[in-house]
């Protein structure tokens, strides 16, 4: 559960803020939730409220799937953490342990992730060492099935593998699924001592040490230490050397896309629907819990990649979801175009923006569609701060005094490349990604440079 907020607010950039530590944005505090499991209807419904009625009326949902709510001030953040507080929404409130959107319900995971994350939520609840920590340090916990955490990033990852038809957990350090160091597997009992073990490796390091850090001071040394000492703690010691020539059933490097239907191990549905442009006015929200509510939904849970999933359903009630979320104009389908693409409020929802990003979008995108494929990303920002990703972006737009600056394959901090007026800007963003198209087609080093 949520703890009650203390409301020191520091202002301390590139920490992930909970109830009771707001992050200082462009458009004034944002407020960020990690929710575990299913949040009842109504609770979301209330947060939905609280977020028009504090801050500008903005919710994301990230590309880690954690809620975010904009435009607050100290006193209003203050009042929203009060009112959110009394909801009863299960959060993260201290390391992050992340784990697959559907755990516990998924027909097709190898083992409940949700059981271990709590036990290890409640493990560094009673102990020191989350204090110790980097407050970015982060761990996933996979319990295998296609709906999984592979394109998310954590410190540490434990991911489930069958062995010969028994669960093991294959446990990796720094990055996502296709970049973490390899150390190897362990029986699920003794996760929980090696998590703990890992992150100790970390805390001994001092409290702004990441694994990647360690990584590439240390190599992978100190990780396979602390593996091998839980291994040796073991009563039942897993043989790793003999897990390699085992017969080993993985979850996918690639995770299913959350938009869609998906089997829960209880026979009913969970159906996934996006936020376009990553963000979504909270009445809007308020909307479609209620439209999830008149279809028969137990619950919503948030997804990676800005997804909300609504739990419980028979597949007519999805018949009628679906169709309701997307006459709210939220995201239904997996090749939507809109799924490429992230927009800040821009103005006049928020006082720095030059452009009116978030109103501009879907002319831009209608203009671009048929050239935005996999892999390519467009950020459109109101002015230079780029609230909506921090990261670069394939083309990344940004408002400024007189004019939009182009900047390509960088964040909205990044040299532009072009500049456009708004009513050029979906000609522009078009002719950029059709070239990039082009030249893809062609091959390396013929990038798409003018507009
Ligand atoms: S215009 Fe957009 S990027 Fe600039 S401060 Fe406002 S929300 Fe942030």
Do not use: W
Not at 100 to 121: K, V, W
């Amino acid at each position: 559960m949520t703890a009650p907020a203390n409301h020191s607010f520091p202002e301390r950039r590139g920490v992930c803020p909970g109830l009771s530590r707001p992050l200082p944005t462009g458009d004034g505090l944002l407020l960020r939730l990690i929710t575990i499991g299913t949040i009842p209807l109504d609770a979301f419904a209330a947060l939905c409220t609280a977020a028009r009625r504090h801050g500008n009326g903005i919710i994301e949902i990230t590309a880690r799937g954690s809620v975010q709510i904009r435009g607050l001030n100290a006193d209003s953040a203050s009042k929203f953490a009060d009112e959110i507080a009394t909801l009863g929404i299960a959060a993260e409130d201290g390391v992050p342990v992340l784990c697959n959107p559907l755990a516990g319900l998924d027909a097709e995971e190898i083992f409940d992730a949700s059981m271990l994350a709590a036990a290890l939520r409640g493990a560094l609840a009673r102990r020191s060492l989350a204090e110790r920590l980097d407050p970015k340090v982060s761990v996933i916990i996979d319990g295998g099935g296609p709906f999984n955490l592979a394109r998310v990033a954590a410190d540490f990852r434990l991911s489930a593998q069958l062995v010969n038809g028994t669960p093991a957990l294959h446990i990796g350090v720094g990055g996502d699924a296709g970049r973490a160091i390899d150390l190897g597997l362990i029986a699920p009992e003794y996760a929980l001592k090696t998590a703990l073990r890992l992150l100790s490796v970390l805390a001994q390091r001092g409290s702004s040490v990441r694994a990647s850090a360690v990584i590439a001071a240390e190599g992978a040394i100190p990780f396979h230490d602390a593996l091998a000492s839980a291994r040796a703690a073991s009563a039942t010691p897993f043989d790793p050397d003999g897990a390699t020539n085992l017969n080993l059933s993985s979850a996918s490097s690639q995770s299913k896309d959350a938009i869609g239907l998906h089997q829960l191990r209880d026979g009913s549905l969970a159906c996934g629907i996006g936020l376009a442009f990553g963000h979504a006015e909270a009445s809007l929200l308020e909307k479609v819990a209620g439209a999830a509510a008149a279809a028969g939904a137990r619950g919503l849970r948030t997804a990676p990649n800005r997804a909300l999933l609504a739990i419980g359903l028979t597949p007519q009630d999805a018949a009628t979801f679906f169709p309701a979320a997307d006459q709210l104009g939220f995201v239904t389908r997996a090749g939507d175009p809109r799924r490429h693409v992230l927009a800040c409020a821009g103005a006049p929802l928020c006082v720095s923006g030059y452009i009116a990003a978030r109103a501009l979008a879907p002319r831009i995108v209608a203009a671009a569609a048929p050239y935005l494929g996999d892999g390519s990303t467009l950020h459109i920002s109101g002015c230079g701060k780029g609230c909506a990703h921090a990261g670069a972006a394939s083309l990344t737009v940004v408002g400024t005094v007189d004019r939009c600056a182009l900047i390509a394959n960088g964040s909205a901090r990044g040299a532009p490349f072009a500049a456009a007026t708004v009513g050029e800007l979906p000609a522009a963003v078009a002719r950029y990604f059709r070239e990039r198209c082009s030249a893809a087609a062609i091959g390396p080093g013929h990038g798409a440079d003018h507009v």
